[in-house]
């Protein structure tokens, strides 16, 4: 007996220190899960005759606190707006060689330059999408309820119909931003009393929800457990193909609300003590490619800053205002801001205040 | 062997068996959650993570945090919440887990193995697929949701969600936490003598008498263990509200883990943590100090029944 | 009177199995589902258990899930067996505290705490941080169990052993550890149990390279946990239950429980 302990044992610990140690390049990529195709993947290792080593993180919460416990050996990461806010702020990226990035004329201008970032010093675009409404389309018509506008889940008169049928995001950001567009304010707005308001106008709604829920709310919308949520658009352009290939009797479809939205765009960024910048830059122009950038938003619906990508872009992706929003629209959507401490701490409260049942 | 050698090959007993866990944990454990502890004494970082110790020649320490924690009574409302439901999940895992603990320890030793592994066997299934799986079991149009709505119906009782619940959520962390009982359970249930038992029928015990005079007493060990690995873990949960929970069923483990991530404010974030272990500790501590007094101990037990 | 209660017993007992597996059931079930989500049942296929077979990531992930659990139990089963030892023998409040507040603490502040120092101490981050990090907090576990299995035993059999001339060592390994070995085992489960599902200090702990399967398939949770990662459970599963079935054929007493010297 002791003799196969001490055996099995050992195999263990052998099979921990036996790290593979091929001499090829490595390219460490912190990445979304399913946020890059794999054949972009493929075709990036042939072209930089280097390994590709994923892994993953699904929030940018996650992201910013491993890097803030002082996390390293990253290449690349792909935080939204708000992070790489953050991340500059906090002075934890590199300046990017623009030398080394000629592609980067083919993105949209309307996603340079933006004000946490100008000149794009440290980031450049990579995918984006917007937080608005999904519904089943059937259910909403038998309903009679409006799909264009976020009073469909702020107000009772509205969420009577839909009561446990809908869904939030478990998100503070997000749907404070999303109470506080409907109200009439900016996404960020940091007005103490326009913050009340938005509290009191969640909390009006709250009985009617039937869960705040950023993870699972997806399936429960594509079987029909669930008729109306707050979410992302990419997650709900996959409910509907996942619904379609289950062949359900309706259709989940994206609702713009006209008093507009949250714009998320994910940026690629090179943390200060990426072990091979150089091979960052590579990937990120590689990336700025029109035909490369163009088989995520192909894959799972997301938004594309890329022109250049444009031709290589589904025609259906492409006609979809909540993914291709038109210029009406785009100008109502804003990108989040990070906020102070007190800010932060103050919205904590108030967010565990509604989550407490206050 | 003379004395002076027993005795130094006792003390070097003494060091070799608490010395490697005492060490190991203080390595691992200690040092690093006593960062932690300094950090609820400091300033979050504007940006994440912590603001430098040290600003302009000045320690920056503060009791900002713990303010904080004493002077906002929800924290401590939804302390008491969570408290709540992890003594719950405790009181339902004992029940479910006592009578399998019991079957499995008298059980033929051919099979007990067996039905050992059987117990922990779906644990080794990820987490997420077994919390979906319950949200398939409780989802509205599933048998069990049509029954009890029907039966309520019937009533005339408006239908209630089972998904999106605390009902999903007391069933989910009774689910995930039933190994934890039935192991301790079964490792004391399996060397109770069965002697014992037989004796007290012959004595005129009934099933019921036997069971709480004999067993139960002499099982206060396991019953203890099994509780202190269900109810302390439960305490700091957050997964399962996150999954499954409605909207107001938000417990102490989702404050404190959207300090550290959405609010990024690590010194409270420590605070509330360091307040939760505390808690946890002082009532396992009062649990163990109350049994010991009342209870007695299992040896006492015995002699009653002989 | 002994039938009756025989009954009573099975049927509590079957409640709960019942209640253990109906969801495992579904899992293994879903594998073969037709369907990316884990909602609904639409039809039966066994591509799932296809494109586990290519997906190099996920079984990767799988091995080193299992060699970090493997290592992990058998660590904090040393470690925790001489800690619910010395917590029965000689007990202190500073053992207590160091093996309880583990369990206690949430699993976030830990996390954060190795990862910020291991970055102190420069060390690596990988696989080996993330073992270090599983056995602190699984030893508690152990501990709790053996300690329990300890309370209300008889020293007598101790005493003689010593009287008879044995050292401390050959009494422990002679007479304490077979007396305590379901203890042992019940932890060492256990702490495999927690070692391989263990998401958030995992999270914190990994390296840049580092991959385990709760760490992939939690990164799944914003798109799809596809019936892939029911496939991988079910699998993962199997080949345990194999491994210990094997193992304890090839020395029959590493499972089975001491009767002791009666």
């Given at each position: 007996m002791k003799k196969l302990l001490w055996l099995s044992a050992a195999f263990a610990v052998c099979a921990l220190f036996a790290a593979p140690v091929f001499a090829k390049d490595e390219f460490h990529l912190y990445n979304w899960?399913?946020?890059?195709?794999?054949?972009?993947?493929?075709r990036f290792e042939d072209f930089c005759k280097c390994t590709v080593v994923q892994t993953y993180y699904s929030s940018n919460e996650e992201l910013l606190a491993k890097l803030a416990a002082g996390a390293k050996g990253y290449d690349m990461l792909v935080p939204t707006t708000n992070a790489v806010d953050a991340l500059i702020k906090g002075k934890r990226l590199q300046p990017l060689d623009h030398s080394q990035l000629p592609n980067l004329k083919n993105i949209d201008p309307r996603y340079l330059n933006t004000p946490f970032d100008p000149g794009n010093k440290y980031s450049v675009p990579y995918?984006?999408?917007?937080?608005?409404?999904?519904?089943?389309?059937?259910?909403?018509?038998?309903?009679?309820?409006?799909?264009?506008?976020?009073?469909?889940?702020?107000?009772?008169?509205?969420?009577?119909?839909?009561?446990?049928?809908i869904t939030v995001l478990d998100d503070e950001n997000e749907l404070f931003a999303a109470a506080l567009k409907y109200l009439g304010y900016s996404v960020n707005d940091v007005?103490?009393?326009?913050?009340?308001?938005?509290?009191?106008?969640?909390?009006?709604?709250?009985?009617?929800?039937?869960?705040?829920?950023?993870?699972?709310?997806?399936?429960?919308l594509t079987v029909g457990n669930i008729w109306l949520v707050h979410g992302y658009s990419n997650d709900i352009f996959q409910a509907n193909l996942d619904a379609q290939a289950a062949k359900r009797p309706f259709h989940l479809v994206q609702g713009m609300p006209k008093e507009g939205a949250v714009l998320a765009v994910d940026n690629m960024v090179i943390p200060k003590d990426a072990p091979r910048p150089d091979l960052a830059l590579k990937f990120m122009n590689f990336m700025l490619e029109g035909k490369n950038s163009s088989e995520l938003t192909n894959l799972i619906g997301s938004g594309n800053p890329n022109l250049d990508a444009v031709k290589y872009i589904k025609p259906e992706i492409l006609k979809n205002p909540a993914i291709f929003p038109t210029k009406e629209v785009a100008a109502r959507l804003e990108q989040l801001k990070d906020l102070t401490v007190a800010q932060r701490r103050l919205r904590s409260r108030m967010w565990t205040e509604i989550k407490a049942g206050h | 062997m003379s004395s002076a050698t027993a005795r130094r090959s006792a003390r070097l007993g003494r060091w070799l068996v608490s010395g490697p866990p005492v060490l190991y944990l203080f390595v691992f454990f200690a040092v690093p959650t006593l960062i932690m502890v300094l950090a609820s004494f400091r300033t979050p970082g504007e940006f994440g993570g912590l603001a430098p110790l040290v600003e302009d020649g000045k320690l920056d320490l503060n009791l900002e945090s713990y303010a904080r924690f004493f002077s906002e009574a929800i924290y401590a409302e939804i302390f008491l919440k969570s408290v709540w439901y992890a003594l719950a999940t405790t009181f339902f895992c004992l029940a479910l887990a006592y009578p399998l603990a019991a079957l499995i320890a008298r059980s033929p030793k051919r099979y007990r193995d067996l039905l050992l592994l059987l117990v922990i066997l779906p644990f080794w299934s990820n987490f997420l697929?077994?919390?979906?799986?319950?949200?398939?079991?409780?989802?509205?149009?599933?048998?069990?949701?049509?029954?009890?709505?029907?039966?309520?119906?019937?009533f005339g009782h408006e239908p209630v969600p089972l998904l999106f619940s605390s009902f999903a959520v007391l069933v989910c962390l009774v689910y995930v936490s039933l190994p934890f009982m039935v192991l301790p359970l079964y490792a004391n249930l399996e060397k109770h003598d069965q002697a014992l038992l037989d004796a007290a029928q012959d004595l005129g015990a009934n099933a019921w008498q036997r069971f709480w005079r004999i067993t139960f007493p002499l099982s206060l060990p396991g019953v203890f263990a099994g509780s202190a690995l269900v109810f302390i873990p439960a305490l700091g949960i957050f997964a399962i509200p996150d999954i499954l929970g409605g909207p107001e069923d938000s417990l102490i483990g989702n404050v404190i883990k959207q300090q550290f991530l959405e609010t990024r404010d690590w010194p409270f974030g420590s605070v509330l943590s360091i307040v939760l272990t505390v808690a946890a500790l002082a009532i396992a501590g009062f649990a163990a100090w109350v049994a010991r007094r009342n209870l007695g101990t299992p040896s006492s037990a015995r002699k009653v029944s002989a | 009177m002994r039938s009756k209660r025989g009954i009573t017993l099975w049927i509590a007992a079957g409640a709960g199995y019942a209640f253990l597996y109906v969801p495992l059931i579904i899992v293994i079930v879903y594998s073969f589902n037709n369907s990316r989500l884990n909602a609904e049942w639409v039809g039966f296929t066994l591509n799932w258990y296809d494109t586990l077979f290519h997906d190099q990531n996920m079984i990767f992930a799988a091995g080193n899930s299992l060699a970090i659990a493997l290592t992990a139990s058998f660590v904090s089963t040393v470690l925790g067996t001489a800690a619910g030892v010395a917590m029965y023998r000689y007990p202190t409040k500073l053992l207590s505290v160091l093996v309880l507040a583990p369990i206690a603490i949430p699993e976030i502040l830990m996390g954060v705490s190795l990862l910020i120092f291991f970055v102190l101490l420069n060390f690596t981050l990988g696989l080996v941080s993330v073992a270090l990090a599983h056995i602190a907090f699984c030893i508690g576990f152990v501990a709790i169990v053996v300690r329990a299995r300890l309370a209300g035993m008889d020293e007598?059999?101790?005493?003689?052993?010593?009287?008879?001339?044995?050292?401390?060592?050959?009494?422990?390994?002679?007479?304490?550890?077979?007396?305590?070995?379901?203890?042992?085992?019940?932890?060492?489960?256990?702490?495999f149990t927690l070692s391989i599902d263990d998401f958030v200090i995992t999270f914190f702990t990994a390296g840049a390279g580092t991959v385990t399967l709760p760490l992939q398939i939690y990164s799944m949770i914003k798109i799809a946990v596809t019936p892939e990662v029911n496939a991988v459970s079910s699998l993962l599963m199997l080949l345990t239950l194999a491994l210990i079935i094997i193992a304890s054929r090839v020395s029959p007493t590493i499972l089975r429980s001491q009767e002791g010297l009666s």
């Amino acid at each position: 007996m002791k003799k196969l302990l001490w055996l099995s044992a050992a195999f263990a610990v052998c099979a921990l220190f036996a790290a593979p140690v091929f001499a090829k390049d490595e390219f460490h990529l912190y990445n979304w899960n399913n946020y890059i195709a794999p054949e972009t993947v493929k075709r990036f290792e042939d072209f930089c005759k280097c390994t590709v080593v994923q892994t993953y993180y699904s929030s940018n919460e996650e992201l910013l606190a491993k890097l803030a416990a002082g996390a390293k050996g990253y290449d690349m990461l792909v935080p939204t707006t708000n992070a790489v806010d953050a991340l500059i702020k906090g002075k934890r990226l590199q300046p990017l060689d623009h030398s080394q990035l000629p592609n980067l004329k083919n993105i949209d201008p309307r996603y340079l330059n933006t004000p946490f970032d100008p000149g794009n010093k440290y980031s450049v675009p990579y995918a984006m999408s917007t937080t608005i409404i999904g519904y089943n389309d059937v259910k909403m018509k038998e309903l009679g309820l409006p799909t264009d506008t976020w009073a469909v889940i702020f107000e009772p008169k509205y969420l009577e119909k839909v009561k446990g049928r809908i869904t939030v995001l478990d998100d503070e950001n997000e749907l404070f931003a999303a109470a506080l567009k409907y109200l009439g304010y900016s996404v960020n707005d940091v007005d103490e009393k326009h913050w009340k308001e938005a509290q009191a106008l969640i909390n009006k709604a709250k009985p009617y929800w039937a869960a705040f829920n950023a993870s699972s709310y997806i399936k429960e919308l594509t079987v029909g457990n669930i008729w109306l949520v707050h979410g992302y658009s990419n997650d709900i352009f996959q409910a509907n193909l996942d619904a379609q290939a289950a062949k359900r009797p309706f259709h989940l479809v994206q609702g713009m609300p006209k008093e507009g939205a949250v714009l998320a765009v994910d940026n690629m960024v090179i943390p200060k003590d990426a072990p091979r910048p150089d091979l960052a830059l590579k990937f990120m122009n590689f990336m700025l490619e029109g035909k490369n950038s163009s088989e995520l938003t192909n894959l799972i619906g997301s938004g594309n800053p890329n022109l250049d990508a444009v031709k290589y872009i589904k025609p259906e992706i492409l006609k979809n205002p909540a993914i291709f929003p038109t210029k009406e629209v785009a100008a109502r959507l804003e990108q989040l801001k990070d906020l102070t401490v007190a800010q932060r701490r103050l919205r904590s409260r108030m967010w565990t205040e509604i989550k407490a049942g206050h | 062997m003379s004395s002076a050698t027993a005795r130094r090959s006792a003390r070097l007993g003494r060091w070799l068996v608490s010395g490697p866990p005492v060490l190991y944990l203080f390595v691992f454990f200690a040092v690093p959650t006593l960062i932690m502890v300094l950090a609820s004494f400091r300033t979050p970082g504007e940006f994440g993570g912590l603001a430098p110790l040290v600003e302009d020649g000045k320690l920056d320490l503060n009791l900002e945090s713990y303010a904080r924690f004493f002077s906002e009574a929800i924290y401590a409302e939804i302390f008491l919440k969570s408290v709540w439901y992890a003594l719950a999940t405790t009181f339902f895992c004992l029940a479910l887990a006592y009578p399998l603990a019991a079957l499995i320890a008298r059980s033929p030793k051919r099979y007990r193995d067996l039905l050992l592994l059987l117990v922990i066997l779906p644990f080794w299934s990820n987490f997420l697929i077994r919390i979906y799986a319950w949200m398939i079991i409780l989802g509205p149009n599933a048998a069990l949701a049509r029954t009890v709505n029907g039966i309520l119906r019937w009533f005339g009782h408006e239908p209630v969600p089972l998904l999106f619940s605390s009902f999903a959520v007391l069933v989910c962390l009774v689910y995930v936490s039933l190994p934890f009982m039935v192991l301790p359970l079964y490792a004391n249930l399996e060397k109770h003598d069965q002697a014992l038992l037989d004796a007290a029928q012959d004595l005129g015990a009934n099933a019921w008498q036997r069971f709480w005079r004999i067993t139960f007493p002499l099982s206060l060990p396991g019953v203890f263990a099994g509780s202190a690995l269900v109810f302390i873990p439960a305490l700091g949960i957050f997964a399962i509200p996150d999954i499954l929970g409605g909207p107001e069923d938000s417990l102490i483990g989702n404050v404190i883990k959207q300090q550290f991530l959405e609010t990024r404010d690590w010194p409270f974030g420590s605070v509330l943590s360091i307040v939760l272990t505390v808690a946890a500790l002082a009532i396992a501590g009062f649990a163990a100090w109350v049994a010991r007094r009342n209870l007695g101990t299992p040896s006492s037990a015995r002699k009653v029944s002989a | 009177m002994r039938s009756k209660r025989g009954i009573t017993l099975w049927i509590a007992a079957g409640a709960g199995y019942a209640f253990l597996y109906v969801p495992l059931i579904i899992v293994i079930v879903y594998s073969f589902n037709n369907s990316r989500l884990n909602a609904e049942w639409v039809g039966f296929t066994l591509n799932w258990y296809d494109t586990l077979f290519h997906d190099q990531n996920m079984i990767f992930a799988a091995g080193n899930s299992l060699a970090i659990a493997l290592t992990a139990s058998f660590v904090s089963t040393v470690l925790g067996t001489a800690a619910g030892v010395a917590m029965y023998r000689y007990p202190t409040k500073l053992l207590s505290v160091l093996v309880l507040a583990p369990i206690a603490i949430p699993e976030i502040l830990m996390g954060v705490s190795l990862l910020i120092f291991f970055v102190l101490l420069n060390f690596t981050l990988g696989l080996v941080s993330v073992a270090l990090a599983h056995i602190a907090f699984c030893i508690g576990f152990v501990a709790i169990v053996v300690r329990a299995r300890l309370a209300g035993m008889d020293e007598s059999l101790t005493e003689a052993a010593r009287d008879c001339g044995a050292s401390p060592w050959q009494t422990f390994r002679y007479i304490t550890l077979p007396l305590i070995m379901p203890g042992v085992i019940a932890g060492a489960l256990m702490a495999f149990t927690l070692s391989i599902d263990d998401f958030v200090i995992t999270f914190f702990t990994a390296g840049a390279g580092t991959v385990t399967l709760p760490l992939q398939i939690y990164s799944m949770i914003k798109i799809a946990v596809t019936p892939e990662v029911n496939a991988v459970s079910s699998l993962l599963m199997l080949l345990t239950l194999a491994l210990i079935i094997i193992a304890s054929r090839v020395s029959p007493t590493i499972l089975r429980s001491q009767e002791g010297l009666s």
